[in-house]
T-cell receptor, first 114, second 113 residues
Framework: NAGVTQTPKFQVLKTGQSMTLQCAQD?????MYWYRQDPGMGLRLIYY???????DKGEVPNGYNVSRLNKREFSLRLESAAPSQTSVYFC?????????????FGQGTRLTVV | GENVEQHPSTLSVQEGDSAVIKCTYS??????FPWYKQELGKRPQLIID???NVGEKKDQRIAVTLNKTAKHFSLHITETQPEDSAVYFC????????????WGAGTKLIIKP
């Protein structure tokens, strides 16, 4: 049982390049989330998807787009990467609302924008 | 919106002693308070959580206390062990909000042998 799987684990981009971070869960969870984690700060929510077919902005959505491709997959796209987007990105999923049900994190993607 | 402050940023304790990490929150509507442990290079993992209808919750060596009036909650780890070394995060959310957990900045806990 893989849980939440993110790809890639590491990525280096040049400023202005685009890329998509992939996330897939095999727990049949309804809700999925994308967070970023910066040194000395807690996790900040970028986007979330409460259920298949819906997406909503979180605390820091600027510069990102998301797609809930199906119930299993939730991707995060950087259209034009900036150095300020250098961070560790975590995907997470939960069966129901976070707090009502436990959420599980992927292993993270370390992104560096130069 | 909600704001969560966490103290201290680094905590060093002798193995076997207790550790206490404190968080304050600003939104009186918050009613769910989880604590996560993150080991170096790994994903955060839930270790304990509390809801606003209780004041304390224990799980073996870990306990969380909540003071709704003062809007603060604390993580207590007793009989600390080397494997407790990690970064600990608190968070707060209103279950009436749209899934937005607001996280503290984290506490690096160092257990000295």
């Amino acid at each position: 049982n893989a849980g939440v799987t993110q790809t890639p684990k590491f990525q280096v981009l040049k400023t202005g390049q685009s890329m998509t971070l992939q996330c897939a869960q095999d727990m049949n969870h309804n809700s999925m989330y994308w967070y970023r984690q910066d040194p000395g700060m807690g996790l900040r929510l970028i986007y979330y998807s409460a259920s298949e077919g819906t997406t909503d902005k979180g605390e820091v959505p600027n510069g990102y787009n998301v797609s809930r491709l199906n119930k299993r997959e939730f991707s995060l796209r950087l259209e034009s990467a900036a150095p300020s987007q250098t961070s560790v990105y975590f995907c997470a999923s939960s069966e129901g609302r976070w707090g009502d049900t436990e959420a599980f994190f992927g292993q993270g993607t370390r992104l560096t924008v130069v | 919106g909600e704001n969560v402050e966490q103290h201290p940023s680094t905590l060093s304790v002798q193995e076997g002693d207790s550790a206490v990490i404190k968080c304050t929150y600003s939104d009186s509507a918050s009613n769910y308070f989880p604590w996560y442990k993150q080991e170096l290079g790994k994903r955060p993992q839930l270790i304990i959580d509390i809801r606003s209808n209780v004041g304390e919750k224990k799980d073996q060596r870990i306990a969380v206390t909540l003071n709704k009036t003062a809007k603060h909650f604390s993580l207590h780890i007793t009989e600390t062990q080397p494997e407790d070394s990690a970064v600990y995060f608190c968070a707060a959310a209103s279950l009436d909000s749209n899934y937005q957990l607001i996280w503290g900045a984290g506490t690096k806990l160092i257990i000295k042998p």
